[in-house]
């Protein structure tokens, strides 16, 4: 069994989390958006709650190779490694808040998707090459139940609300409201530091899925990717009760719901992919999966470039947006606003999957 049947479902894997980001990150309008592609308001999860924790269980699986060079142990050389790497991300996360914007750094918000990648990544790493299997059982749990502990006792009478919550203290007190998201008309920030916590565990998630894929058969693995999935997602929300499923807190309960879909996702790429061997959905899906980090920054500035820095006429006197003008051409055919917001975002998957294909042509690979 070579290497590329081998992990054919994970190339997938990486490439639909990709495209999902760019489908959800890029509707032609946020005001008309289908409920799926939004994120909960609060408590709750959507399907686009779901894509974030993909990125970090790939990360996971990614440690498992990129770890391989080293004995599993702390050295000199694994930590330059991991070093560098998570001071990579998180500067590339913070020019990407900069970029079109132009803040001061006053002004500027510290947190960002990439920086909590980063920052989970090397967190995960780092106890990986510390700790043995079991212990990173222990800590996994320890972590979730830790947290909950925290955020139930430390914020307040209603210790889940976007104003009381101990992870919205902490980032203005370590960060300043301003360095923090104001997108919920308070200073609060869905990648905080204290809520990056929970994150290690999806990571961890997808180390150790990806070892048990090594080490055993397609068949086994399915079936037991399959169990752990409705297993983790059932305990969620049984958990969800006391504890509320809610991405922007990252709860533990959200972080057991996300790596059960996680695992359930996985199992169905390795049941079309290396299985059924359906190359006709595997294909396109490695390609997007290639270069996914390159992919994902340049569809982040092309969005920003489109939607604050190009203006053009809106055929009214008036001018809007080179993202607003392509939404209302589009929305000026036979199409709803809201069908014409997703067939823009569509057509962001394609452009980007088309940019994808011409890497892949040329066997080009962009990593930090």
Not at 24 to 39: D, F, Q
Not at 117 to 134: D, T
Not at 275 to 299: D, E, H, T
Request: with cysteine; proline share 4%.
């Amino acid at each position: 069994m070579n290497k590329q049947q081998r992990f054919g479902a994970l190339d997938a894997f990486r490439g639909l989390a990709i495209a999902a980001m760019i489908l959800v990150n890029t509707p032609g309008s946020r005001e008309h958006v289908y409920a799926p592609l939004a994120h909960s308001s609060w408590h709750g999860c959507t399907p686009t709650d779901l894509i974030f924790p993909l990125f970090l269980f790939i990360s996971g699986a990614a440690l498992v190779f990129s770890l391989q060079k080293y004995p599993l142990r702390l050295t000199a050389g694994a930590l330059r490694s991991i070093g560098r790497r998570v001071l990579l991300l998180f500067l590339l996360g913070l020019f990407l808040n900069w970029f079109g914007f132009w803040a001061d750094f006053a002004d500027l918000r510290i947190m960002g998707v990439l920086q909590r990648i980063g920052l989970a990544y090397g967190l995960a790493a780092l106890l990986v090459l510390s700790c043995s299997r079991c212990q990173l059982y222990i800590v996994s749990c320890a972590v979730l139940l830790g947290y909950w502990l925290v955020l139930a006792m430390a914020g307040g009478s209603d210790p889940y609300s976007v104003q009381t919550n101990i992870v919205r203290q902490i980032d203005i007190a370590l960060l300043g409201e301003r360095h923090l998201w104001h997108g919920k008309a308070v200073a609060f920030d869905p990648e905080g530091l204290l809520s990056t916590l929970p994150a290690v565990i999806n990571v961890l998630a997808g180390y150790f899925a990806t070892d048990y894929l090594l080490r055993n058969s397609r068949p086994v693995a399915l079936r037991n990717f399959v169990l752990a999935g409705v297993s983790f997602a059932a305990l969620a929300w049984c958990w969800s009760v006391w504890l509320p499923i809610n991405k922007s807190l990252w709860t533990s309960s959200y972080v057991l719901l996300t790596t059960g879909y996680s695992l359930l996702l996985l199992a169905l790429l390795i049941w079309l992919v290396d299985v059924l061997r359906c190359n006709w959905l595997a294909k396109p899906l490695q390609i997007y999966g290639m270069n996914p980090l390159f992919v994902y920054v340049l569809a982040w500035l092309f969005a920003r470039v489109t939607a604050v820095m190009i203006m053009l006429p809106d055929g009214l006197g008036g001018m809007v947006s080179a993202r607003g003008w392509g939404f209302l051409q589009l929305k000026r055919s036979f199409l709803s606003p809201l069908d014409a917001s997703l067939v823009f975002a569509l057509l962001h998957v394609l452009l980007f999957w088309l940019v994808a294909l011409y890497l892949y042509r040329r066997n080009i690979v962009i990593k930090l």
